[in-house]
């Protein structure tokens, strides 16, 4: 009986904001990639993300392998976009001695 070759389809969605998830879950390319580069197996993976099948996994290590540039350029500009909102949360309210200002708030409240 001869083997059926079928392509599958990358299980990887572009949500409204542009984030890549894997499927239908929360878990995004950046979370499976980082895994990944860390050295993760896809079964440690699947261990850490229940959620995302092991042939997924593949899958998306797979679709890495094959778009390193496309997929690193991605990254490095989801990177950018997280430095960009974390600098500007900390030009807000500096993070810096947070604890002790809480802590001064809460008794002067209770004073």
């Known amino acids: 009986m001869p083997l059926s070759l079928a392509t599958e389809p990358v299980p990887l969605i572009s949500d409204a904001d542009g984030i890549v998830?894997?499927?239908?879950?929360?878990?995004?390319?950046?979370?499976?990639?980082?895994?990944?580069?860390?050295?993760?197996?896809?079964?440690?993976?699947?261990?850490?993300?229940?959620?995302?099948?092991?042939?997924?996994?593949?899958?998306?290590?797979?679709?890495?392998?094959?778009?390193?540039?496309e997929v690193d350029a991605y990254l490095n500009e989801r990177k950018k976009l997280g430095d960009a909102v974390r600098a500007e949360n900390e030009a807000r309210s500096d993070p810096f001695g947070l604890r002790a200002r809480l802590l001064a708030r809460k008794l002067s409240k209770g004073a």
């Open 21 to 69: 998830r894997v499927g239908k879950t929360r878990v995004t390319l950046d979370t499976v990639v980082g895994a990944f580069q860390e050295g993760a197996t896809a079964e440690e993976i699947a261990q850490q993300y229940p959620s995302v099948s092991l042939a997924d996994i593949y899958a998306v290590i797979a679709y890495y392998l094959r778009r390193t540039g």
